[in-house]
């Protein structure tokens, strides 16, 4: 009896587009009018949350990243265990009142309110090279606010990277010459 298992290849346009169907769009959240596109329906299908981070993995584990930062709530779920794969230091960037000690603020709006993220302080040291993960990029002011944050430690933003883009809210306009990856693109109202 053989106990070996096939090995099976999967594509990256099919990963796309597992991850793309395990993406719920719940209309009217958090206000009404907003369509909002849920990731966490992606960690109910295995293979969707693996082929997610193995595209990332492939994108990155050949260029020089220093650090992963990921915002909450979202970007901690994608960015830790990204870091992980390129066995680089993994930084969350939290909603105020999460991190203990000293801390860096940065407040930014979205298409529907203001927040603010934080960083502690020395959590990403001068030079080092900082990957942004997100779970979308909808009109940039979160990466904005983040990539703020990293460049007031000294560190340099190489690029951003989020499962879903929204094209239509002009978020990779807003974000000026950041570089930005994403896996997949909705449409919303």
């Not at 793309?20 to 719940?26: A, H, K, P, S």
């Not at 958090?30 to 969707?48: E, H, M, Q, R």
């Not at 040291?125 to 942004?132: D, H, P, S, W």
């Amino acid at each position: 009896m053989s106990t070996e298992t096939a090995v099976v290849v999967v594509d990256d346009a099919t990963k796309k587009q597992v991850i793309l169907d395990n993406i719920r769009g719940v209309p009217d959240f958090p206000i009404p009018g907003i369509l909002f596109w849920d990731v966490t329906t992606i960690l109910l299908n295995p293979d969707a949350f693996r082929y997610t981070i193995e595209l990332f993995t492939e994108r990155y584990k050949s260029m020089k990243v220093d650090v992963v930062a990921g915002f909450e709530a979202r970007g901690l779920i994608f960015g830790a265990p990204l870091a992980l794969a390129l066995n680089v230091p993994f930084v969350p960037l939290r909603k105020p009142g999460k991190l203990p000690g000293a801390k860096l603020s940065e407040e930014y709006g979205t298409e529907y309110s203001t927040d603010k993220i934080e960083i502690h302080v020395g959590a990403v040291t001068e030079g080092q090279r900082v990957l942004l993960v997100d779970d979308l990029i909808a009109t940039g002011g979160t990466l904005k606010a983040g990539a703020r944050l990293i460049e007031r430690c000294g560190g340099v933003v190489m690029e951003a990277a989020c499962v879903i883009e929204l094209p239509f809210l002009h978020g990779r306009t807003a974000i000026g010459g950041i570089p930005l990856f994403v896996l997949v693109e909705k449409e919303g109202a």
